[in-house]
Nanobody
Framework: QVQLVESGGGLVQPGGSLRLSCAASGIIFSIYTMGWYRQAPGKERELVATITGAGRIKYADSAKGRFTISRDNFKSTVSLQMNSLTPEDTAAYYC?????????WGQGTQVTVSS
């Protein structure tokens, strides 16, 4: 059974930082592209960042320069370090594991940026 379990969300003030983590089980982690997506109320789910098993990274324009995605293939975890957060970053953040023919999602963790 595949499980992706996110943690690290919460309430943070504008300009603050949060680190999200996702622990995967039930998959051969190293062969999956791992990603973080987010969905704000009333909006579609959007890409934040992805990282392949080999470490190739892609960021959404909104994340460039502020967010850093990383993975540990030995621990089967993927993390998202988020700095300089703004209220526009408020959303539910979802961990994703993807490869051809497979696509798995975590349950999401809420990030709220507010003073």
């Amino acid at each position: 059974q595949v499980q992706l379990v996110e943690s690290g969300g919460g309430l943070v003030q504008p300009g603050g930082s949060l680190r999200l983590s996702c622990a995967a089980s039930g998959i051969i982690f190293s062969i999956y592209t791992m990603g973080w997506y987010r969905q704000a109320p009333g909006k579609e789910r959007e890409l934040v960042a992805t990282i392949t098993g080999a470490g190739r990274i892609k960021y959404a324009d909104s994340a460039k320069g502020r967010f850093t995605i990383s993975r540990d293939n030995f621990k089967s975890t993927v993390s998202l370090q988020m700095n300089s957060l703004t209220p526009e970053d408020t959303a539910a953040y979802y961990c994703n594991a993807a490869r051809v023919g497979d696509d798995y999602w975590g349950q999401g963790t809420q990030v709220t940026v507010s003073s």
